[in-house]
Each structure stands twice: as structure tokens, then as C-alpha cells.
């Protein structure tokens, strides 16, 4: 089985810029979340999407963030304009249901560092 | 406002011994504690968990502990492994949400061969 997939790995972008990540769950997972992690600091949680549904978004930053799950598949967050405190690991996660979090799987992040 | 807390940014042991690495949180409503590891380049994968309703859960080498009244956990490795050398994150989630995880800042545990 295939785990959750997140490109790019790395993005190195301006200040003021426009930087799309993408995600794709597990194939069959309902469930997919969004987390941050900013240099040092803990690991927060950004969203929850149920198939295309966003269930909770609670903790996304500000409205220069804006997160899409296609058709319930693949899920892609983009951030425009980004700016310096933006920098930091882009961690995604699916589950097939919304019960324990330890059946959250999560990918190996995208590192965005903006400059 | 950190409502979990691993105040060590770092814990080395040798090979053998015991890896001691504790949690504290401030939060009442969390009802579900989970530890996470995680290595350079890699995504957290769970490593255990505990309800609050109990106060220890033990999975081969590793346990962890629960002191509600003290808001406290710790997870303990033994014996220790080089390859236990990770990032640990100590997480919870609140009674009544089944999928928001809080963590915390992590500890890089270093175990020397």
C-alpha cells in the first residue's frame, strides 16, 4: 500500500510569491489533515477534510491560505502572497475514518522556506 | 499559549539504558495522549497511546505513564536502541474530538552505541 504522498519535498520561494503543495492520501482515505510545523516549534494543526468536505479549518493562519481536496482525492494548499513567517515543514496525514488518531498516516512534509 | 509541553529539546543515553523523555500539559479536556516519532525526512509515525482513564500502557520496550493530577506523562524506552535516535513528540487530543491533534515542541533523543 502506497502512503501518503506530498511534493514537492522542498520549495524555496520569495517573499510575496505563490507556492502550491499538494498531497495525496492513502487510496481509499476519507480523511485528510493538515499540519505545520515552524522551525522549533510544535507541530499544528491546520485542517480536516472529510472526502471534499472541510470539516474544520480552524487552524489555518489567515486567508492567505487556502486548501482544496479535488473530487476527495488529492488535496493542494496553496499560499499567496507568502511571507517570511510562512517557513517551515507542510506535513499532511489521511485516515479512513475520523476514529482514533493514531490511524492518522502521515507524509514525509514539504519543507517551504520562504526568502 | 503551549498547551503541551516537552521541556527537554534534547535527551542523549547509552545503548542499553533507559530513555526517560516526559510531557506536560495544561489543558483538562485532553482525554487521549499519544507519543509520535519522528526521523529527519519522514513524516511522525505513532508509536503508543493512553487514555486517561488508565495510567500506564505498555507495548514491548516502550511505556508510557499518566500522572492526571500532576498533568504529566513520560514515555520510557528499555532498553535503549541506536536506532530509538528519533525526534519524539508527545501529543493529545481534546474529549469529544476524535481527529485534532495537539503536540508538542518534540525531544531529539540520541542514543549512543
Known amino acids: 500500500e502506497a502512503g501518503v504522498t506530498q511534493f514537492p519535498s522542498h520549495s524555496v520561494i520569495e517573499k510575496g510569491q505563490t507556492v502550491t503543495l499538494r498531497c495525496d492520501p492513502i487510496s481509499g482515505h476519507d480523511n485528510l489533515y493538515w499540519y505545520r510545523r515552524v522551525m522549533g516549534k510544535e507541530i499544528k494543526f491546520l485542517l480536516h477534510?472529510?472526502?471534499?468536505?472541510?470539516?474544520?479549518e480552524s487552524g489555518m493562519p489567515n486567508n492567505r491560505f487556502l486548501a482544496e481536496r479535488t473530487g476527495g482525492t488529492y488535496s493542494t494548499l496553496k499560499v499567496q502572497p507568502a511571507e517570511l513567517e510562512d517557513s517551515g515543514v507542510y506535513f499532511c496525514?489521511?485516515?479512513?475514518?475520523?476514529?482514533?488518531?493514531?490511524?492518522?498516516?502521515f507524509g514525509s512534509g514539504t519543507r517551504l522556506t520562504v526568502v | 499559549d503551549q498547551q503541551v509541553k516537552q521541556n527537554s529539546p534534547s535527551l542523549s543515553v547509552q545503548e542499553g539504558r533507559i530513555s526517560i523523555l516526559n510531557c506536560d500539559y495544561t489543558?483538562?479536556?485532553?482525554?487521549?495522549f499519544l507519543w509520535y516519532k519522528k526521523y529527519p525526512a519522514e513524516g511522525p509515525t505513532f508509536l503508543i497511546s493512553?487514555?486517561?482513564?488508565?495510567d500506564k500502557n505498555e507495548d514491548g520496550r516502550f511505556t508510557v505513564f499518566l500522572n492526571k493530577s500532576a498533568k504529566h506523562l513520560s514515555l520510557h524506552i528499555v532498553p535503549s536502541q541506536p536506532g530509538d535516535s528519533a525526534v519524539y513528540f508527545c501529543?493529545?487530543?481534546?474529549?469529544?474530538?476524535?481527529?485534532?491533534?495537539?503536540f508538542g515542541k518534540g525531544t531529539l533523543l540520541t542514543v549512543n552505541p
Open positions: 496525514a489521511s485516515s479512513p475514518w475520523t476514529g482514533e488518531s493514531y490511524g492518522y498516516t
Open positions: 477534510f472529510v472526502k471534499e468536505s472541510k470539516q474544520d
Open positions: 489543558n483538562s479536556m485532553f482525554d487521549y
Open positions: 501529543a493529545a487530543k481534546v474529549r469529544g474530538s476524535n481527529y485534532k491533534l495537539t
Open positions: 493512553i487514555s486517561s482513564i488508565k
